[in-house]
């Protein structure tokens, strides 16, 4: 996407229906003995990185780990939003990429927790904590400073993205938002960043996807993304359900990554 004559090099869109048969044939990786869906992670640590407690436990504030430094010459830092980033079945395949020497993995907040609800401006939302404080408290800790790529799924898409691009804009890192709740039509406008690095992943069995044609919803989501936008990346798996499959997960998830 991009402005035509922009002086920024564009990136190249290229709509891909890459066969989930392919990504099943692929070797299953056992991690640890975790080789099925794990339960839901709460504030779990990496090896590398202990997660550091902030002592803020007052009215409104999320419980949510503040990172570790990280020094130069270490491994890239990814976030995963654990809110709708499907970390309890999808977790073995977070676990193997944490396992590669290139990255280390945190898991930022929890599902299932009190803030895990949308936000007052959606329909049916609530006052805070929800969705919306998390992603304030997310910064408030600390996690856009020291994350050098992250990783959204589902209501972290619609939610705690599109928060953290109003705060920081074109300071906030790279992010994978799988679902592309980010490119939805949401109940409040998204101030999506010109120069926002961002990878989303959609399904065509993806229930994001409602009653439209696979063709309007690619059409919809590339709407979305604003034409001053050259940094935006789209790939459509035909297969992909609302929870991507573990099979194609762990194919697919260390490219976006790179």
């Not at 035509?4 to 099943?24: D, I, K, V, W």
């Not at 994350?147 to 994978?176: C, E, I, N």
Request: hydrophobic fraction near 40%; charge should be neutral.
């Amino acid at each position: 996407f991009g402005a035509p004559g922009a002086s920024r090099p564009q990136a190249r869109f290229a709509m891909q229906a890459p066969s989930l048969t392919f990504a099943l044939q692929q070797p299953k990786i056992m991690c640890n003995g975790i080789a099925g869906d794990g339960m839901p992670y709460t504030d779990v640590a990496t090896p590398s990185r202990a997660y550091t407690h902030s002592p803020m436990h007052g009215t409104g504030i999320t419980p949510v780990a503040s990172p570790a430094h990280r020094g130069f010459g270490q491994a890239t830092a990814v976030s995963v939003i654990a809110p709708g980033g499907g970390t309890g079945i999808n977790g073995a395949v977070y676990a193997e990429v944490g396992q590669d020497p290139q990255f280390t993995i945190d898991y930022v907040g929890r599902s299932r927790a009190p803030y895990d609800c949308y936000p007052e401006y959606w329909p049916n939302g609530e006052p805070a904590p929800n969705l919306h404080s998390f992603a304030e408290d997310v910064l408030r800790h600390g996690w856009v400073e020291k994350t050098d790529l992250f990783v959204f799924g589902s209501r972290g898409g619609q939610v705690v993205l599109p928060a953290l691009w109003h705060y920081k804009g074109d300071r906030m890192p790279p992010a994978v938002c799988i679902n592309g709740g980010c490119a939805m039509k949401l109940p409040r406008a998204v101030r999506w960043p010109d120069a926002a690095i961002t990878f989303l992943l959609i399904g065509g069995e993806d229930y994001f996807r409602g009653n439209i044609s696979v063709e309007e919803y690619m059409a919809e989501t590339k709407a979305q993304v604003p034409p001053s936008n050259g940094t935006t990346a789209i790939l459509f798996v035909r297969e992909m359900q609302h929870m991507p499959q573990q099979a194609l997960l762990r194919v697919v998830l260390p490219l976006m990554l790179r």
